[in-house]
């Protein structure tokens, strides 16, 4: 999460969909910066929701209204691979056990541990109504054109904290894993049109 009251945005870090790249852009401009160490209060916490981010604001009293609220979304299947091997090569990973003892992406995804991690990062539980969503995939032009509008000068995106691009199709060779991601990010998918393959 960033947050800037001079410029009156909120950015909301979505796991695993280059929101460390975004944060870093956003850095210069942010008066509140999350940290994944235990945050003076849980709404500062870097992949704290929307919905808990706003009451934290109102508590504070800062006026969500006045804030311009954004979020980056990628592909589920693409996004839960990206997890594994971030996983595999981060031993400080949350993803880490469930990625080495799983020994493929198919298993990793079924991890209990998964699930309930991955759950609790759809859209339908990371936003609310005021927050714009960009697609990492095709969008990230637009919430360039956004950002860059908010702080008044051109902002490029970096890459940071990036898994090697295999593809998550090939990976993916276990139907049952392949609909139970369907199933957990059946908002994203409803939202975004998301689809696997595609």
């Not at 969500?64 to 954004?70: A, H, I």
């Not at 080495?100 to 759809?122: A, C, E, L, Y």
């Not at 697609?135 to 990230?140: A, H, L, P, S």
Request: net charge neutral; charged share 20%.
């Amino acid at each position: 999460m960033r947050l800037s009251d001079r410029f009156k945005f909120v950015f909301i870090s979505n796991p695993r969909c280059g929101s460390t790249s975004a944060r870093q852009m956003l850095d210069p401009f942010a008066d509140v910066r999350s940290t994944t160490n235990p945050p003076p209060v849980p709404w500062q916490h870097h992949h704290a929701d929307a919905a808990l981010i706003e009451e934290g604001m109102r508590e504070s009293g800062r006026n969500p209204d006045d804030y311009v609220f954004f979020t980056t979304i990628r592909n589920p299947w693409a996004r839960v691979f990206s997890a594994y091997k971030f996983g595999l090569k981060r031993p400080h990973s949350t993803w880490h056990a469930p990625a080495v003892s799983s020994g493929s992406v198919n298993g990793f995804i079924q991890h209990p541990h998964v699930i309930d991690k991955m759950s609790r990062h759809t859209l339908e539980c990371k936003t609310t109504s005021r927050v714009q969503t960009f697609r990492i995939e095709d969008q990230t032009g637009d919430l360039l054109r956004l950002a860059s509008s908010i702080v008044g000068e051109p902002l490029t995106l970096p890459h940071v904290n990036t898994t090697e691009s295999a593809s998550y199709i090939e990976a993916f060779s276990d139907q049952n894993a392949i609909d139970l991601v369907a199933d957990i990010f059946s908002s994203d998918i409803a939202a975004m049109g998301y689809r696997f393959g595609g």
